[in-house]
């Protein structure tokens, strides 16, 4: 086969990987489509064409899923179309090197000419993946293991975490691709047997970890505020009103608003609104948690949430730890970058990575802003003492930035799989979607339609107790993913033979 339709093959099936997040019950296709570039790594001629066939997948890959971000630059930004699909476009390329280097060294080593080389295609996949999630802040969305929110493979989630799905996905990919390229020959067969063996042990073993705590009712307020009428001065103050009005109306044990629900800080409000809020929260018995920014030009500023609870004199304060690169902070040497665009951005301060709970009832509800919930391990870091560990999550975010695409269910699975991980609830109130209440199994119980200005109420049951994956992560990250990763390859050389078939 020509090496340019081998390219062509490689960037067709990154694509295809790319659709495997855009809808439920698809883990199947990405499994086939990490096949596609095992077959054709393991039969290309140079560690360099390796290099480039993973750099070209996973080009593709990332910008299939992340291409709404020209929605954000363009439309809401305002840079010419052109370059702001080629700031996407490089985004993706860059991210891509990490797999064009582990393609490269998985044929450079001799890795794929092992027996058991499946195992190494995994392992190298699985630290592509970590170098992305973790270098340069990170940047994990649509890792790969998302794609198995449903499946044969969810059950690996409270073991190992959504790139230990990964792990185990490219295992099977690899090794199906090895077991037709054999036929009949057993021997090629043997690392698919296995990677399937252990899904069936992982499905067989129990795997409920964590016990039912108590009930709370909650409702969550989805305001769909277009992104280019939230700070405008003609429609900021219905949107304030609309919230208003449903704070105040609020029953139940807790009422939760989206991310900058209130896009201002206190002191800039209308004159008694804050006020007046509180003042109606202390006199009903339902809690609030609110999106809304803090500080001062002096104390710095944060992306925060702030928890009310009738009785309780002193309000929660969360304040966001991991920030979004060019939206709440700016890297070193990108200043003229934002300055192209007709944002309101600036430099938030981080909050703390362990943060406490706001406590509802007894239920400890962990928020988290945004796409922080795309960090597992940091999640994790709040798991570290089991008599404080949260038992619920609770996600506030807006993504209205990206318009009406698939962003907003892609980042509906990654909740989904941060429940698995830790088997508790999560609840996401959202500005335009996707506003829902997640039970401990991943399953959504309670969704709003997007792009609806609605309140969501439904019941939360809360979880205590730790996954394996809630305990080893909160004491040491990814680092075991990647030490463990390192081991394969470290060994490989003493352990499996050459492959015969």
């Not at 064009?100 to 890795?111: F, T, Y």
């Not at 964590?210 to 001065?233: I, M, Y």
Request: with cysteine; glycine share 10%.
């Amino acid at each position: 086969m020509p090496f340019a339709v081998e390219l062509l093959a490689a960037a067709l099936a990154g694509w295809g990987h790319a659709q495997s997040f855009a809808a439920d019950n698809r883990w199947w296709l990405q499994l086939a489509m990490v096949a596609v570039l095992a077959g054709l790594v393991h039969r290309t001629a140079s560690a360099r064409r390796a290099g480039l066939l993973g750099w070209v997948y996973s080009t593709a890959w990332v910008v299939g899923s992340t291409w709404w971000l020209y929605i954000s630059m363009h439309e809401y930004g305002g840079l010419p179309g052109w370059l702001a699909a080629l700031a996407v476009f490089l985004l993706g390329a860059f991210l891509s090197l990490y797999l064009g280097v582990a393609m490269w060294w998985h044929v450079r080593s001799g890795a794929r000419e092992r027996l058991w080389s499946p195992v190494l295609f995994a392992a190298v996949w699985l630290l592509a993946e970590l170098a992305r999630g973790v270098l340069f802040t990170g940047f994990p969305w649509a890792a790969s293991g998302y794609a198995h929110v449903e499946g044969p493979l969810t059950s690996l989630a409270p073991w190992w975490g959504v790139y230990g799905i990964g792990f185990v996905a490219a295992w099977i990919g690899a090794a199906g691709a090895k077991a037709l390229a054999a036929g009949a020959h057993p021997r090629g067969w043997a690392p698919l047997l296995g990677a399937l063996g252990l899904c069936v042990v992982a499905a067989a073993v129990p795997h409920e970890f964590t016990d039912p705590t108590g009930r709370l009712t909650v409702t969550l307020l989805q305001g769909n505020v277009p992104q280019d009428e939230k700070f405008s001065a003609e429609h900021l103050p219905q949107a304030l009103e609309w919230y208003a009005a449903q704070l105040d109306a609020a029953s139940g044990d807790l009422v939760i608003t989206p991310e900058t629900a209130i896009p201002l800080l206190p002191h800039q409000l209308p004159e008694g609104y804050w006020e007046a809020r509180r003042q109606k929260m202390a006199q009903g018995q339902t809690a609030w948690l609110v999106g809304m920014p803090l500080g001062s030009f002096e104390s710095g500023y944060t992306n925060s949430a702030v928890g009310l609870a009738p009785g309780v004199p002193l309000d929660y304060r969360y304040d966001k730890y991991h920030l979004v690169p060019f939206g709440e902070f700016i890297p070193w040497g990108f200043r003229w970058f934002v300055e192209m665009m007709n944002m309101p951005l600036g430099d938030f301060d981080r909050g703390p990575l362990d943060a406490p709970s706001f406590v509802v009832r007894g239920e400890r509800l962990a928020p988290n802003i945004c796409y922080e919930d795309l960090f597992g391990e940091e999640l994790a870091a709040r798991f570290s003492d089991a008599k404080v560990a949260p038992t619920v999550f609770a996600n506030i975010s807006n993504i209205a930035w990206f318009g009406n695409t698939v962003a907003l269910h892609q980042h509906l699975q990654i909740s989904r799989m941060r429940a698995l991980e830790f088997q508790i609830p999560m609840v996401r109130a959202t500005n335009t979607g996707a506003t829902a209440i997640i039970d401990h199994t991943g399953r959504v119980t309670h969704q709003l339609p997007p792009y609806t200005r609605a309140a969501l109420t439904g019941p939360i049951q809360g979880r205590t107790g730790l996954t394996p994956y809630a305990w080893w992560a909160s004491r040491a990250g990814l680092l075991p993913l990647a030490a463990f990763a390192l081991l394969l390859l470290v060994a490989h050389q003493r352990i499996w033979p050459r492959r015969s078939e």
